[in-house]
């Protein structure tokens, strides 16, 4: 069956300009959890949605940094205004319900890169 | 402040030995523990895991190893193959506000010489 996918798989933006990541998780997860990785880093946490509640926003670094589940399903994190920091891997992971024992499955992850 | 910590950065082992791969926490609330396996362009991929209330969780050639008193835990790999070469998160998750979080290691990258 198909896995958690990412789009783009990579992508350059100038400094100052908005992006747009896209998560299409698992059909029927429950949950989505959006990381950033740093270069020789382990991922970070950013967010975390059940269907299409988000209900940890914890780990977004700044009020640039939005993302949203309208549906429960497919998942968009936006970054405005980017800065030359944001360069980054971004992982999305799902997992069929909420838990701590719940496996999370991965996608590919996009990488930005900002000029 | 890093919760969860993986000092060894790197790891070469001959084929057919065993690897061994570290973790270290902080926090005593977390309630399981998690190994992930990373190639290259690709996501982080589930290995095994451990739930906080055991020492020992076995999957085939993969075993981790749980010391609370320590805040340690530990995979091994035996015996050890080529395919088995990438990068290893040891992850935690623990609740908090009504959800689960996850921690993750920095990684150690595992190399199984041929």
């Known amino acids: 069956g198909a896995g958690v996918s990412q789009s783009p798989r990579y992508k350059v933006a100038k400094r100052g300009q908005d992006v747009a990541l896209r998560c299409d998780p698992i059909?029927?997860?429950?949950?989505l959890f959006w990381y950033q990785q740093a270069l020789g880093q382990g991922p970070e946490f950013l967010t975390y949605?059940?269907?299409?509640?988000?209900?940890?926003k914890s780990g977004l670094p700044s009020d640039r940094f939005f993302a949203e589940r309208p549906e429960g399903s497919v998942s968009t994190l936006k970054i405005q205004r980017t800065q030359q920091e944001d360069s980054a891997v971004y992982l999305c992971?799902?997992?069929?319900?909420?838990?701590?024992?719940?496996?999370?499955?991965f996608g590919p992850g996009t990488r930005l890169l900002v000029l | 402040d890093q919760q969860v910590k993986q000092n060894s950065p790197s790891l070469s082992v001959q084929e057919g030995r065993i690897s061994i791969l570290n973790c270290d926490y902080t926090n005593s609330m977390f309630d399981y523990f998690l190994w992930y396996k990373k190639y290259p362009a690709e996501g982080p991929t589930f290995l095994i895991s451990i739930s906080s209330i055991k020492d020992k969780n076995e999957d085939g050639r993969f075993t981790v190893f749980l010391n609370k008193s320590a805040k340690h835990l530990s995979l091994h790999i035996v015996p050890s193959q080529p395919g088995d070469s990438a990068v290893y998160f040891c992850a935690a998750t623990f609740r908090t506000s009504g959800t689960y979080k996850y921690i993750f290691g920095t990684g150690t990258r595992l190399k199984v010489l041929a």
């Open positions: 949605f059940q269907n299409e509640a988000q209900l940890d």
């Open positions: 059909s029927g997860h429950v949950s």
């Open positions: 992971a799902s997992s069929l319900l909420a838990g701590a024992a719940e496996t999370q499955y």
